[in-house]
């Protein structure tokens, strides 16, 4: 049944001595470098001073620096990846058979780690300048629960303490992510809450919300700058995680050169961006430096259209708008999704970085339905064993898009794309579809005008 196996294992595991020992920052190969962060006050660009206070200074440092290429990995980091790293390349030979496809495809699986997510590896690089910098406790958001979840993994690693506002619909929805974080000592709150001016503000304006990301934001960041010896971090978005999630590519990147594979298409689901542009920073490179060519494929939920359908313009981070304002492609900061299910791609905004980047022409993006991707979803664990999460399920379901539209070319070309994480606590949304429940929210250009109407004149 399987072909090619004596070539190419269905596993390819890098040595733990061929892991990658630099990040690579891709800005540093960019001719059009992002659009800077900008002080909401001044519409300057923000200082090094200016950000210290929310983040820790390693991680302002990194955010700033548009030009070196690469960083060193502290030895402790490495060692912390090692618990859950190198992750598998796994080609995808009982998918090809299922779809009958002369394309050959392989998928960096990162949920190997009780996170189930491949948040983890920003995670513990943010926590670990937190504490080599003697600071308390970090502060943070989380959406569906992944973030927060590696977070608290991370502190509970290095011994920081860990704040948590969780989206209040999750928190309700989602109790065992809850307990997940808690059990690794995190302190879990619901968003918006009464414990912060910008929660009692939100609160006040729209009773009864369940809350959204940005709003959690907007109550982390406060929490932080209220208490002595406390950051805030953040799991997207921000080029700082896209540094430290260039390890998926770099590995991905290591592993196919192993074998003197090179890919023809690069496929991410998008939320804030980390994955994607971590998955695609080497390659990436190439393609900036004219060494290679490939073609890069964004993927988000049809209710969250971020790139497909979004503004580039400079927009606030947050709901509260508390937050240095950033240049992307967005909905807009009050844009509030739809509830669908991959919780970890209802982010209004996109990285600045990929925003560069698709502005410039150099990846492209579709959005999918969420009753596709759980078809997607359920067909890809039927036929290659992992239960994937809705976020991921987005990959797969571009990957096998471009599967079949090799079937009918017969091109045989060689797609790679990201499985960010596992699924196991998202079983509610699996059971909608199971029972045939499930419907899709397409936003109507009403609804977006309303997002786009209240971006800040910049
Ligand atoms: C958070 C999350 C995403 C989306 O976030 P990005 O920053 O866009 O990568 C995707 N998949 C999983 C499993 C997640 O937890």
């Given at each position: 049944m399987m072909k090619d196996t004596k070539q190419i294992p269905y596993k390819i595991y890098l040595e733990e001595s061929e892991m990658p020992k630099q990040?690579?920052?891709?800005?540093?190969?960019?001719?059009?470098?992002?659009?800077?962060?900008?002080?909401?006050?001044?519409?300057?660009?923000?200082?090094?001073?200016?950000?210290?206070?929310?983040?820790?200074?390693?991680?302002?440092?990194?955010?700033l620096d548009d030009t070196t290429p690469f960083f060193d990995i502290p030895q402790?980091?490495?060692?912390?990846?090692?618990?859950?790293?190198?992750?598998?390349?796994?080609?995808?030979?009982?998918?090809?058979?299922?779809?009958?496809?002369?394309?050959?495809?392989?998928?960096?699986?990162?949920?190997?780690?009780?996170?189930?997510?491949?948040?983890?590896?920003?995670?513990?690089?943010?926590?670990?300048?937190?504490?080599?910098?003697?600071?308390?406790?970090?502060?943070?958001?989380?959406?569906?629960?992944?973030?927060?979840t590696a977070l608290s993994m991370a502190c509970a690693y290095l011994g920081l303490d860990c704040q948590v506002y969780m989206v209040k619909c999750s928190y309700e929805q989602k109790p065992f992510r809850r307990e997940v974080m808690r059990t690794y000592g995190a302190n879990v709150t619901p968003s918006p809450s009464e414990t912060t001016n910008v929660g009692r503000r939100i609160l006040a304006e729209?009773?009864?919300?369940?809350?959204?990301?940005?709003?959690?934001?907007?109550?982390?960041?406060?929490?932080?700058?209220?208490?002595?010896?406390?950051?805030?971090?953040?799991g997207s978005v921000l080029s700082q995680v896209l540094l430290h999630q260039s390890i998926i590519g770099l590995e991905t990147k290591a592993a196919l050169d192993k074998y003197g594979i090179t890919p023809d298409i690069i496929i991410g689901c998008a939320g804030g961006g980390s994955n994607l542009g971590g998955l695609i920073s080497p390659f990436m490179g190439e393609k900036l430096r004219g060494e290679k060519d490939y073609q890069i494929i964004a993927v988000e939920p049809a209710s969250c259209p971020s790139l497909t359908r979004g503004t580039y313009a400079y927009d606030f981070c947050d709901t509260g708008m508390v937050?240095?304002?950033?240049?992307?492609?967005?909905?807009?900061?009050?844009?509030?999704?739809?509830?669908?299910?991959?919780?970890?791609?209802?982010?209004?905004?996109?990285?600045?970085?990929?925003?560069?980047?698709?502005?410039?022409?150099?990846?492209?993006?579709?959005?999918?339905?969420?009753?596709?991707?759980?078809?997607?979803?359920?067909?890809?664990?039927?036929?290659?064993?992992?239960?994937?999460?809705?976020?991921?399920?987005?990959?797969?379901k571009a990957a096998m898009d471009e599967a079949i539209k090799c079937r009918e070319s017969g091109e045989e070309k060689t797609i790679v794309f990201g499985l960010t994480g596992t699924g196991y606590f998202d079983m509610t949304a699996y059971g909608k579809f199971n029972n045939g429940e499930m419907t899709d929210y397409i936003p109507t250009d009403e609804d977006l005008a309303e997002g786009f109407a209240g971006l800040p004149a910049v």
């Open positions: 990040w690579y920052n891709v800005r540093a190969d960019m001719k059009n470098k992002p659009a800077p962060l900008l002080n909401p006050g001044t519409l300057e660009p923000m200082t090094f001073d200016e950000l210290r206070g929310v983040f820790c200074d390693e991680l302002v440092r990194q955010e402790e980091i490495q060692d912390f990846y090692k618990m859950y790293r190198p992750s598998p390349l796994v080609r995808a030979y009982c998918l090809e058979e299922a779809l009958q496809t002369p394309a050959r495809i392989y998928y960096k699986f990162e949920g190997n780690n009780t996170s189930g997510s491949h948040k983890l590896n920003s995670a513990i690089a943010q926590a670990y300048y937190a504490k080599n910098q003697g600071l308390k406790g970090v502060t943070t958001e989380t959406g569906a629960g992944q973030w927060g729209h009773p009864g919300t369940s809350g959204s990301l940005g709003c959690a934001i907007s109550e982390a960041v406060e929490a932080a700058l209220s208490q002595d010896g406390y950051r805030y971090v953040l937050c240095p304002l950033a240049k992307m492609y967005t909905l807009g900061s009050g844009f509030i999704p739809s509830p669908n299910h991959a919780g970890g791609l209802r982010y209004h905004g996109m990285s600045s970085v990929l925003s560069q980047l698709y502005d410039d022409k150099l990846m492209e993006a579709v959005s999918i339905e969420q009753t596709a991707v759980f078809e997607a979803a359920t067909r890809f664990a039927r036929i290659e064993g992992i239960l994937p999460a809705p976020e991921s399920s987005h990959a797969i």
